[in-house]
């Protein structure tokens, strides 16, 4: 009788675990949909990173633009002194246009660029718990818009504080590497 109740326990043990659903948790370290990823460097030195100053990106449609210090209050928060940007994608369009105002806090000396990047979506299946990403190509074939256009002029060779603009891949699949150069 004991040897009964001992397998008819596991039994229900078992079959109890079994009826157990996985804990679906998107983990933070799992890789979500990426940014562009654009460098600022001196004006003819492929080498140089040079900060920008207050920099302030405002996207079509946006009303206070991109927070760079989440941290920080008031415009503040959408300034940058760095040299290395993230900048976020249109998940529902083949393009996204973006204001890139320097000196941004300065009403006398603030310049202001507009860059529009054009691109293709492709949605990437990651799993039950994360869902899709989307991974993005600029536009690099013949017949297709440019990868970019400055002050929505071609060719894009000179803004009004951007001197040049270079793609360093057309494929954005991660944060890891350099996408966009911008030199100035």
Not at 68 to 80: I, K, M, R, S, W
Not at 105 to 113: A, C, F, Q, V
Request: a neutral charge; charged letters at 20%; hydrophobic letters at 40%.
């Amino acid at each position: 009788m004991k040897k009964i109740a001992a397998i008819l326990a596991m039994v229900l043990l078992v079959n109890g675990f079994s009826a157990c659903e996985k804990d679906d948790i998107c983990a933070d370290t799992t890789p979500t949909t990426p940014r562009l990823i654009i460098e600022f460097y001196l004006k003819g030195s492929a080498a140089t990173l040079k900060p920008v100053t207050n920099l302030k990106v405002v996207g079509d449609g946006m009303e206070n633009g991109i927070v760079f210090n989440p941290t920080a209050t008031g415009e503040a928060q959408y300034l940058t002194n760095d040299s290395k940007v993230a900048i976020p994608l249109d998940l529902s369009k083949d393009t996204v246009a973006y204001d890139f105002t320097l000196n941004a806090n300065d009403t006398i000396t603030n310049r202001t660029d507009r860059l529009v990047f054009n691109y293709t979506r492709n949605q990437f299946y990651v799993s039950r718990a994360c869902g899709y990403k989307m991974l993005f190509t600029l536009n690099n074939l013949p017949g297709l818009p440019s990868a970019y256009i400055l002050n929505n002029t071609q060719p894009a060779v000179a803004g009004n504080w951007i001197s040049r603009v270079s793609v360093q891949t057309y494929n954005i699949n991660n944060e890891d590497e350099t996408h966009i150069k911008i030199y100035f």
